[in-house]
């Protein structure tokens, strides 16, 4: 090669690898080094956001005041508990809020874009600083809307649905929950109504009982379905929009039941009035008395018995660790302390171990009765979760069926036809 071939090579290496060079510099930099997009209506964030003023005409001002995500309050046009959901997402579109255009327009009459008596006004309180956004007239597309922060010659195009986002009523606004609590943070629920009357109270390992059967083990998916029902009481916007009704006429209704959350906080009631179909609520929450779906009827109507859990084994899925069988001749120790099953100390095939596993996973009796099971044990098994926990069920067999028995439980299960056999031919494959 000669020479001046050499240098133009040399020369377009380097141009080459400074331009790589430069992309790699530019790939690097920190994100938040880049300018905000001049459609971001809002480029710092609104982080230290205090105060919402929400305005329409015609209408009396709706004022929230709150500290960062949380303790947000209805200060106007009265006293009202926020509901968190709607005032964070609320909260999310103004930080987040940008437009579809910017227009520079400085001797813009706001007359001509809707924005001299603006369909929505939203001040914004931060600190000692206060800007509005003025939300005007429609656009020749109709698809936006003209928007324009107070003194600012800047117009926003600012989508519908955004718009619509933007649009929040008092109803939307309020806490529509007749009780604060969730289903995770109860501890104890009071439920008294014409139809009878139930407490329930959470055991030691999380579970919902009746606190009336002492040693009564509840279908936890009934539980459940109970506890939602009462702490998922709710109205709907529209009917916060509305009038409350008033406090006589709450009054000449039938009582429909009287409702007591305990958290390990605080304790919450709610008294429903009315019938199936037609129930209103009065809470300290609420705010007024309003409609709500109520649904506890048929689970107060139920009798106790039909809420008992069934199953003659209550460990999980995966949280088991150790199982001990033994019927007739046979006896066997199976442990998981791993992925893999150990019988005696030795590795076993997994499908074996999961039969006889599963087969007593999924026993459930056809009843539960009081007393002494009949018959003589035929059959003991233990399991051992990873808590330590352990389940130790006697099984008999009698005249007329099998039974079941669980150590330190009062009562017996009447089994199924056949369950028992299965058992024993689960034992059976894995001890080959």
């Known amino acids: 090669m000669s020479k001046s ?80 959901m709607i005032v964070g997402e609320l909260m999310g ?42 939300i005007g007239g429609v656009n020749p597309t109709g698809a936006s809307r003209y928007a324009q922060l107070d003194g600012s010659s800047k117009l926003y195009l600012v989508g519908m649905a955004t718009v619509n986002a933007l649009n929040k009523t008092l109803g939307d606004l309020r806490q529509k929950r007749a009780i604060e609590a969730s289903e995770y943070s109860a501890q104890r629920i009071t439920i008294e109504s014409p139809a009878g009357n139930r407490e329930l109270v959470r055991r030691d390992g999380r579970d919902w009982t009746f606190s009336e059967a002492e040693g009564f083990f509840a279908d936890q998916r009934l539980m459940s379905e109970l506890v939602t029902q009462v702490v998922s009481l709710r109205t709907n916007a529209v009917a916060l929009n509305g009038e409350s009704l008033p406090e006589a006429r709450f009054r000449a209704l039938p009582l429909y039941a009287r409702v007591t959350v305990a958290t390990e906080k605080k304790t919450e009631t709610a008294e429903l009035r009315g019938s199936p179909g037609s129930v209103y609520a009065s809470s300290g929450t609420l705010g007024g008395i309003y409609p709500v779906p109520a649904e506890i009827d048929n689970f107060l109507r139920k009798p106790l018995a039909e809420f008992r859990d069934l199953r003659v084994f209550r460990f999980g899925f995966s949280d088991l660790f150790a199982l001990r069988y033994e019927g007739g001749d046979l006896t066997l120790d199976l442990e998981k302390p791993n992925e893999d099953w150990l019988l005696g100390g030795k590795k076993v095939d997994a499908t074996a171990a999961n039969q006889l596993v599963d087969e007593l996973r999924s026993a459930t009796a056809a009843e539960f009765r009081d007393g002494e099971a009949p018959g003589a044990v035929t059959h003991t098994i233990r399991v051992q979760v990873g808590d330590g926990r352990e389940e130790t069920v006697m099984f008999r067999k009698g005249d007329e069926a099998n039974f079941a028995a669980r150590a330190g439980e009062k009562g017996y299960y009447r089994l199924p036809e056949g369950f028992l056999k299965s058992v024993e031919t689960a034992a059976a494959g894995l001890a080959k």
């Open 5 to 84: 071939g050499l240098w133009i090579a040399i020369a377009l290496l380097a141009l080459v690898g400074g331009g790589i060079g430069y992309l790699l510099y530019e790939d690097s930099k920190d994100p938040a080094e880049a300018p905000p997009s001049e459609n971001k209506v809002f480029p710092g964030g609104l982080k230290e956001l205090a105060g919402i003023r929400l305005e329409r005409p015609g209408e009396a001002p709706i004022l929230l005041s709150g500290t960062g995500d949380a303790n947000w309050q209805i200060e106007a046009p009265a006293a009202y508990l926020a509901d968190p």
């Open 93 to 134: 579109v103004l930080r987040t809020l940008e437009a579809e255009r910017t227009l520079d327009a400085p001797g813009a009459n706001p007359q001509e874009f809707g924005l001299l008596t603006p369909m929505l006004s939203i001040g914004l309180r931060e600190g000692e600083r206060e800007q509005v956004l003025a």
